[in-house]
């Protein structure tokens, strides 16, 4: 049984730093791309960041180039997403998933992905 264990989330001002990360049982990161989506209210769920599986092939939604940052331990299987310069428009629920189908041009969840139960992020002025 996958489970994805997303952490990291809370209250931070505009302009700071987070790192939330994506710990994976039953899903190896290391053989499966992963990634993260965002959800806000009243807003579907988009795709914000996806890694493949070697971790050489990479997606960031365009918006979030630049402050947005995904790394993976292979280790420790989990998959990590840094993000700084925070903006208002980050606010949403993050989460994680895999397997997902991605490479440098976009990210989308895989035929049967499987989701963490996501991490909150709230941007405050």
């Known amino acids: 049984q996958v489970q994805l264990v997303e952490s990291g989330g809370g209250l931070v001002q505009a302009g700071g730093s987070l790192r939330l990360s994506c710990a994976a049982s039953g899903l190896t990161v290391e053989r499966y791309a992963t990634g993260w989506f965002r959800q806000a209210p009243v807003e579907e769920r988009e795709a914000v960041s996806c890694?493949?599986?070697?971790?050489?092939?990479?997606y960031y939604e365009d918006s979030r180039k630049g402050r947005f940052t995904i790394s993976k331990d292979d280790a420790k299987n989990t998959v990590y997403l840094e993000i700084s310069d925070v903006k208002l428009e980050d606010t949403g629920v993050y989460y994680c998933a895999g397997p997902v189908l991605t490479d440098r041009k976009a990210c989308f969840p895989g035929p049967r992905p499987n989701w963490g139960q996501g991490t909150q992020v709230t941007v405050s002025a």
């Open positions: 890694i493949s599986a070697s971790g050489g092939s990479i």
